[in-house]
């Protein structure tokens, strides 16, 4: 009886390589999928190969081609026009940033002179206290002079010395005031002109940026890679188990062939086709078929030759029964096993 073969194993190295481009056969296909032209109110973006680029698998030595692909994009008449007109604009805000930032070189190489603006202040200062506080202090002066007169305070009492002590106080107050506020307007003043330039210089360069136009998203579906080493080691297990079925199998039947030749008579059994039903066919043993099935009288499940295939091939080995008239197969002769 010829015994089953074993599956030959999968080679690892082609397995690697239809893995890797099954792996590289679907990311190309994702790559097309999600290389969506579009076409919107402002203008289209679309996708075209441009090339493509050839990557290496050390571990198979197979050299796989990668399309490469080319973003366009291109606007409409009006905002292809209002690009321009925009771009034309930042242009020139470039150019005045340029020639204000030469102006702002040499503006920071001579930094404010606090003290000539200090005493350019105070000067000023003085003036405007001329002009507004000393007409009125003087007012104030006649008006406390005539308030302690009616109140019948003499000048050089000492009633007369601290009200005007708290006089002349709240005189200098207003004046103190007036400088201190002065000078720091001033001052703000001067650190605002010298800021001047560098806020307009910054302004013109954030209005000369470009701004990059970008694709909108899209919804669309990926395809999974395929297991493609796991399916075939899955196959490989699976033609394994059945491998070890059949040899299980085989070694039964040889079992029980090998015990048939072994009975009185050297096997002797009737084979008769016409005795046998649910015949099924399970192997070959000695160039013979052997079969399954079983006799029309009852029984269980028998295995056996058919003794009119043996006849055909080994007439020797198969009798006929004179009182049945049905033919019996001497198994030790068919299996030429012993003298028989």
């Known amino acids: 009886m010829s015994s089953p073969s074993p ?20 990311a190309i296909a994702n790559a097309a999928l999600g290389n969506v032209n579009q076409v919107t109110p402002y203008g289209n973006i679309t996708y075209d190969q441009s090339g493509s680029q050839s990557v290496y698998d050390p571990s198979t030595g ?11 994009t291109t606007l409409t008449p009006q905002q292809q026009q209002t690009l321009d007109t925009t771009q034309s604009a930042a242009t020139d805000l470039a150019g005045a940033a340029k020639e204000q930032a030469s102006y ?21 200062l003085d003036s405007l206290a001329k002009a507004r506080l000393d007409p009125q202090w003087q007012q104030n002066t006649d008006q406390f002079n005539t308030q302690m007169a009616n109140q019948g305070v003499a000048p050089g009492s000492q009633a007369y010395d601290n009200a ?51 694709p909108a998203a899209t919804n669309m579906p990926t395809i999974p890679t395929t297991d493609y080493a ?12 059945n491998y070890q079925s059949a040899v299980s199998q085989n070694n039964a039947l040889m079992g029980g062939m090998f015990s048939l030749a072994a009975a009185p008579l050297y096997g002797m059994k009737f084979s008769d086709r016409r005795m046998k039903t649910n015949i099924e066919k399970v192997g070959n043993v000695g160039g013979h078929g052997i079969y399954k099935f079983r006799y029309k009288s009852g029984g269980p499940m028998q295995l056996g030759m058919i003794a009119q295939e043996v006849e055909k091939k080994q ?26």
């Open 315 to 340: 007439p020797d080995a198969v009798q006929t029964d004179p009182q049945s008239g049905m033919k019996m197969v001497n198994y030790g002769k068919a299996l030429k096993l012993g003298a028989a």
């Open 104 to 124: 702002l070189k040499s503006s920071l190489a001579t930094p404010t002179d606090l003290n000539s603006l200090d005493k350019s202040t105070q000067d000023n």
């Open 164 to 214: 005007y002590r708290d006089f002349t106080q709240s005189k200098n107050d207003a004046y103190n005031q007036m400088y201190l506020g002065g000078q720091s307007q001033a001052f703000g003043q001067a650190y605002q002109a010298a800021n001047l330039p560098i806020n307009q210089t910054t302004a013109l360069m954030s209005g000369s940026q470009v701004t990059n136009p970008n």
């Open 7 to 26: 599956p030959t194993p999968p080679n690892p190295q082609a397995t690697a390589a239809a893995q890797t481009g099954t792996n590289v056969s679907t």
């Open 62 to 72: 197979t050299n796989y081609n990668v399309p490469r692909y080319t973003a366009t």
């Open 230 to 241: 796991g399916i075939v080691n899955s196959n490989f297990n699976q033609q394994e188990q």
